[in-house]
């Protein structure tokens, strides 16, 4: 239970960075 806990934060940390990485790409390249 507490893997799977960590696994969703992790998840959710990479997601989180992905989304502020592609909102920097699409603000940069206008």
Same mark, same amino acid.
């Given at each position: &239970? $507490?893997?799977q806990r $960590?696994?969703?934060m992790i998840l959710k940390? @990479?997601?989180q960075n992905l &989304? !502020?990485?592609a909102?920097? @790409?699409c603000? !940069? !390249?206008r």
């Open positions: &239970m $507490n893997v $960590n696994q969703c940390k @990479l997601w &989304m !502020s990485i909102f920097q @790409l603000s !940069s !390249s």
